[in-house]
T-cell receptor
Framework: AQKITQTQPGMFVQEKEAVTLDCTYD???????LFWYKQPSSGEMIFLIY??????QNATEGRYSLNFQKARKSANLVISASQLGDSAMYFC???????????????FGKGTHLIIQP | GAGVSQSPRYKVTKRGQDVALRCDPI?????LYWYRQALGQGPEFLTYFNYEAQQDKSGLPNDRFSAERPEGSISTLTIQRTEQRDSAMYRC???????????????FGPGTRLLVL
């Protein structure tokens, strides 16, 4: 079984500042994938970035990057130069290997509500 | 191209009624997933299909919940004898390949908000 912990229920950040959203995970799988999704107030779930457990480099997608520290089991999302449109819920998720027990689905954390202030 | 669509977007029903929620995945996507999201929480996995085969239903809460994908495309999640605790957002997601393919991304639909009175 996998578990995701997001310890920041809410964050207020000034526009144009960088933001780090914390995510720690627990899994017994050797091979796994970590995902971040954004959920704006409209309710949709938008895929942001992926990090594989065997990837040697941290993933980057535009203004999003993932600070992956495998030994510490953390996969923090970094948003550079935050914008007002970044205000949303952010969910970290893990998908394990084929070890059974719901490994095919994503296991999500409880999310972090990010508010960007002008 | 068209994303994942779900219908209805909102469903209000009375306790004890059956409801059927529909998901139309992205064309060509072989994998389809159902999740349930309570208010203020992350989505919770319910079940998964690879083409028409239901490969994993470990997340279904009880036997009132069932799902099918008979032709490997559209899927229906059915909740029988609904209870108030079933009220939630029900989300469908699809992916091009099976979940064990590296970096396989799930794309989510807008969800169906179910309210059981």
């Amino acid at each position: 079984a996998q578990k995701i912990t997001q310890t920041q229920p809410g964050m207020f950040v000034q526009e144009k500042e960088a933001v780090t959203l914390d995510c720690t995970y627990d899994t017994s799988d050797q091979s796994y994938g970590l995902f971040w999704y954004k959920q704006p107030s409209s309710g949709e779930m938008i895929f942001l970035i992926y990090q594989g457990s065997y990837d040697e480099q941290n993933a980057t997608e535009g203004r999003y990057s993932l600070n992956f520290q495998k030994a510490r089991k953390s996969a923090n999302l970094v948003i550079s130069a935050s914008q007002l449109g970044d205000s949303a819920m952010y969910f970290c998720a893990i998908r394990g290997g084929n070890s059974g027990g719901g490994a095919d689905g994503l296991t999500f954390g409880k999310g972090t509500h990010l508010i960007i202030q002008p | 191209g068209a994303g994942v669509s779900q219908s209805p977007r909102y469903k209000v029903t009375k306790r004890g009624q059956d409801v059927a929620l529909r998901c139309d995945p992205i064309s060509g996507h072989v994998s389809l997933y159902w999740y349930r999201q309570a208010l203020g929480q992350g989505p919770e996995f319910l079940t998964y299909f690879n083409y028409e085969a239901q490969q994993d239903k470990s997340g279904l809460p009880n036997d009132r919940f069932s799902a099918e994908r008979p032709e490997g495309s559209i899927s229906t999640l059915t909740i029988q004898r609904t209870e108030q605790r079933d009220s939630a957002m029900y989300r469908c997601a699809s992916s091009l390949h099976p979940p064990w393919v590296r970096a396989e991304t799930q794309y989510f639909g807008p969800g169906t908000r179910l309210l059981v009175l």
